[in-house]
């Protein structure tokens, strides 16, 4: 069976199992020549994923380094615990692993997160991470909402939004936040207040 096939027959299912997961990892172009049983076994310790909508910028949601290229691949992201350790903070060697690895999707991760704090994608996400991962995607819907509302308060400041920016800028320490995003948000109150 072709993964885009697989994957249709699969993205109405709610929950899949871990079978139906290393066989849609064994079809991905980069993992071509391994077998199903041998990603499970390597990657997977979840029994059942089941299907649910994530915020692609939660912190502890993991990506291998370097993933910019277009996706290979088309269906939910999968979500399963880091039992391997890797997609630590600045890539290589040092720094905390992640709880959360993104094992198919990588690149529909990095492009969603992109589009600003409140990009989700639908996900399968593994039993053995499923409440975890919940609760810090509804703490991260809470965050979301509050620099939302800082981020409102900040372009309606009329007079110098001084306390304002410093605020935002927490959030950019934080990783919340791009630089970018901040600069084009000093613009915009520019624009409007100037």
């Known amino acids: 069976m072709r993964l885009h ?8 299912a709610s929950t899949i199992s871990a079978e139906d997961v290393a ?4 079809a991905q172009p980069g993992n071509k020549g391994k077998t199903w049983e041998k990603l499970k076994d390597h990657w997977i310790t979840s029994k059942s994923f ?15 380094a370097g993933k910019t ?32 690895l993104v094992l198919d999707g990588q690149n529909r991760v990095v492009r969603e ?5 409140g ?4 996900a399968y996400v593994g039993d053995t991470i499923f ?16 620099l939302q509302t800082d981020i409102d308060e900040y372009l ?14 927490t959030y950019v320490q934080k990783g919340l936040l791009s630089q970018e995003e901040l600069d084009t948000l000093r613009a915009e109150w520019k624009r409007r207040h100037r």
């Open 23 to 26: 066989k849609i990892l064994a």
């Open 113 to 117: 997160r992109k589009k600003g704090l």
């Open 156 to 169: 309606d400041t009329p007079s110098m939004p001084g306390s304002k920016l410093t605020k935002l800028k």
């Open 69 to 100: 290229g277009e996706s290979q691949t088309v269906g939910p992201i999968i979500v399963e615990e880091n039992i391997q350790q890797v997609a630590r903070s600045g890539g290589g060697m040092h720094g905390a692993a992640p709880d959360f």
């Open 5 to 12: 096939e697989f994957v249709v027959r699969t993205a109405a």
């Open 50 to 64: 089941k299907l649910v909508m994530v915020h692609v910028h939660l912190p502890e949601l993991g990506v291998t």
């Open 131 to 146: 409440s975890k991962l919940r609760m810090q995607d509804a703490s991260f819907s809470k965050v979301a909402k509050a």
């Open 119 to 122: 990009a989700k994608l639908q």
